[in-house]
């Protein structure tokens, strides 16, 4: 069995509705504790009192913004190379809840920046190549919406991933290039040391594992809807020529 078999409409949809009741399920089991065990049972920190539980908002909200991109930039990439419709229409799908997700980390980021820093804003590299971020879903969403022509769109819309793919990528490693910048380093890593306490990252594991679900959720919903749209326009086209 081969994965561009899923490339097909009718095996994308007939594989999805099976999947979606149990990843709805997952979510739900996931990301509920995730935040009810992060918000009501984790403790103040030393220096950050209650206002260290936006993380289990934060990043993972701000970890979706940046991959959402990602998974775009490999779905644009299949379709500029082998025409797969259902990639594009996946990317499509995922562009209204990455631009969600950044404005939430913009937000949250913002409410914790204020207290911290003294500043509901600064002009961080991090926070700035975010802002950016957001831009360009928006330029994405737009770009969709003002060419007719799906094919057309879908080619220009694929390569504007290409080119946003590299503020995504400087969102995720500013801290790297610009060690000077306010925004502290990633609260998770595979170095132990460096990651928050276990207190904090075990339910920030779980509202992550969380997000990533309903993430994955929706954008196989909204995929599924886009290709039932594009089925509507192809029998409405054929009614008016026939």
Known sequence: MSIWEYANPKKFMETTARLMPWLVALTAVTLIPGLVWGYFFSPEAENFGTSVKIIYLHVPSAFIAINAWIMMLVASLIWLVRRHHVSVLAAKAAAPIGLTMTLIALITGAIWGQPMWGTWWAWDPRLTSFLVLFIFYLGYMALWEAIENPDTAADLT???????????????????????????????????????????????????????????????????????ARRLKALQARERMA
Request: charged share 15%; net charge positive; aromatic share 12%.
């Open 158 to 228: 694929s390569i504007l991933c290409i080119v946003g793919s590299v503020f995504a990528l400087l969102s995720r490693y500013a801290t790297l290039f610009w060690p000077q910048g306010l925004h502290q380093d990633a609260s998770l890593s595979l170095d132990k040391a460096e990651h928050v306490a276990d207190v904090y990252h075990r339910p920030l594991v779980l509202s992550i594992i969380g997000f990533v679900l309903l993430f994955i959720t929706l954008v196989l919903y909204r995929t599924r809807t886009e290709v039932r």
